[in-house]
């Protein structure tokens, strides 16, 4: 037999290798193998079995690394989709698919020495007092690590050897998971009781559930004995459901208890969550429906920001099918979950679920395409659902579920839009805060309810600028200016992460006037503004400047949670999936800077935005106020998100779409050539325009715009130049320009790259 092996190196080919005698039993499709591969041996995963190659003098595997095979066949198929899909080479997106965690040659489990009671044996040993006052410790815990067991006793490993040499103990090594959530208390919760309209959500998905599994258990084919084998080729037909749900409708219950069916059918489920942050909350919802009962089960969290020994833990619960449900980010999408029954793609609209590096995927169509693939339901879930998901609802392919109404018949909170244009001629400056809002924030203040302001920008201003030579602090190496940070006193680029120290006079050699101006704001600059104007109030800001630490995040809510804090001032990290019953008021700040980008989904963007802070607000039996602050006060995203009217955003931003030939009407491929020298690159991009109008001609609905100078055209000291493909069949557009690229000769200093389906174009 012949194993066909991808390399973790990436040469875009397979390579057959024998199975010698000793590893026929071991060598499956989707096992890790180390193999030789030129003087050395390199780690790779097997693709296919074949019984006849057409190469000669093959050499064998050396040996097999991990056991069973880590890449399920139903992931391996999905890999190879997204390869020929995204164009990329099988070996990326299987890197992608299977965490580097888990990749390592060596065992990624810890072992800890963990002492154990033994049973007795004849009469008991004599003590001393000290040795007495242990024994009787692990009496108690009857298994417990060393490190663990010292701690409690303030003992030493000497006396606990003194208790094993007496027979009354052994100390052993044992693997020790580590769990990044083992210190929390998890207090049980029982489902909660359903309005209408999720009972009515509710019962579809259980139904279709119901189809997908005995579809699949009726196109499972058989094996000896009647049993049935899993099938990698099995493809029924995809149950899509878009949850479209207002911001507390309770959404969550009802992926809690579509999770608890899966569940009682044997079946795991995969919930993704676009931001890291938003993990912590989510875990803890789920571990407490699912830490006791008769469908417990392990929850287990896949995110980067775990330890690399966390994750390889984490991943191997899911495999070994202790843990049947995961909660994650992006990645989790690709979890060993077998047999999988639901995936829950939460605040689907979200960007965070496009990868931006090869293989550049989207979690939400890769999960549709895996519960196609394997017979699960998908659960697209949101209060402003993405154009595409809601187009492709309008047209029959999603089946649509609504939640119009907020949970307890809570209210929406009511939406004020405030003129900045106004309220900044009654200002010296730039206004921060509005009469209106300030007022509001002190009467919440007076009332003891809390606060969230809202600023998608960090740091204390966004430029410094010289007000006698107009000179502007930029980036060397980027298309931007650098932002103030005051704390710090430094200006840092946002793109590159370039840092200087902030100048006392203008730089520019010719000028070096004193009075040099810091423009704009960031969050830093709206906290001790705040200071200023409530000193009495608890300010809490919250932003990556702030969160160095993963338990940051969790500690700073925690406080908000337990009335420790009463304004949280932040950025989008805390827009979305937050329940504070006690916030009756959300100020955004600034309600332009996601609008006047250039990018055709920038409405779409401001609207969901908009609404998901303003969701943060009257959670409680207190009706929640919202106050949005723009100096372009009647843009329809502002206006339509003033009355929580998706349907109506949706009408006017699909019409625009369709005249202009932009998704979801359309699909988009996204080319960037990048390089140090500005002039050779944009020589390049009308080259490679050239060369596809070339390739593809005669390609139907074809669309081809630029090249053109990218938005952010340097970004970390290269030139981008960018060339738009617009089509309706992006598979076959696709596969064109994957061979394109393997036979486009470029420049050693130029670089090109295919981004299907982008969601960011600058």
Known sequence: MIARVTLEIALRKEFDYLIPPDLAGEVTVGSRVKVPFGPRQVLGCVTALVAESPHTNLRPLARVVGRPSLVTPRVLELARWMADYYCCPLETALRSVLPEAVRREEAGWRERLFVRVLPPAGEPPKLTKRQAEVWNVIEEWREVSLQELQRLTGTTAETIRRLEDKGLVSVAPQISERDPYAHERILPTQPLTLNADQSAALAKIMAAMDGAAKR????????????????????????????????????????????AHALAHGRGAIVLVPEISLTPQTVERFKARFCSGPLQTLVAVLHSHLSVGERHDEWHKIRQGRAR???????????????????????????????????????????????????????????????????????????????????DDQKMPVVRVVDLRQANR????????SPQLHSAILSRLERGEQVILFLNRRGYSTSLQCPQCGYVAGCPHCSVTLTYHRPRQTLLCHICGYEAAAPAACPNPKCRHPGIRYAGLGTQRVEETLARLFPHARVQRMDSDILQRKEDYRRILGDFRTGKIDILIGTQMIAKGLHFPNVTLVGIIHADLSLHVPDFRAGERTFQLLTQVAGRAGRGDVEGEVFVQSFTPFHPAIQYARRHDFAGFYEQEIEFREQLKYPPVTRIALLTLRGRNEDKVKFAADHLRRELEKTLAGGGDLILAGPGPAPLLRAETFYRYQLMLRTRQMRPLSRALAKFEETLALPDDLTLTIDIDPVDLA
Do not use: C, W
Request: net charge neutral; glycine share 10%; proline share 7%.
């Open 216 to 259: 699949s258990e009726d196109e499972t084919p058989r094996m000896e004995g009647g049993k049935r084998g899993p099938s990698s080729s099995f493809h029924p037909p995809a149950s899509v459901f878009l949850l479209h749900g207002v911001t507390g409708s309770g959404k969550t219950e009802v992926y809690l208890q579509a999770i």
């Open 426 to 433: 009654k200002e010296k400056g730039p206004a921060i805060f």
């Open 325 to 407: 449900i995961v909660i994650g980010a992006r990645s989790a999408i690709f979890a060993p979950v077998e047999p999988l029954g639901l995936i829950v793609v939460d605040e689907e609209h979200e960007h965070s679920y496009k990868q931006e590096e090869a293989p550049r995927y989207h979690a939400r169509d890769v999960a549709v395409l895996r519960g196609q693939r394997e017979g699960a339901v998908v659960v697209l879930g949101s209060a402003t659902p993405s154009l595409e998901s809601y187009y492709n609802a309008r047209r029959g392919k999603y089946a649509l579920l609504e939640l119009p109404v907020r949970v």
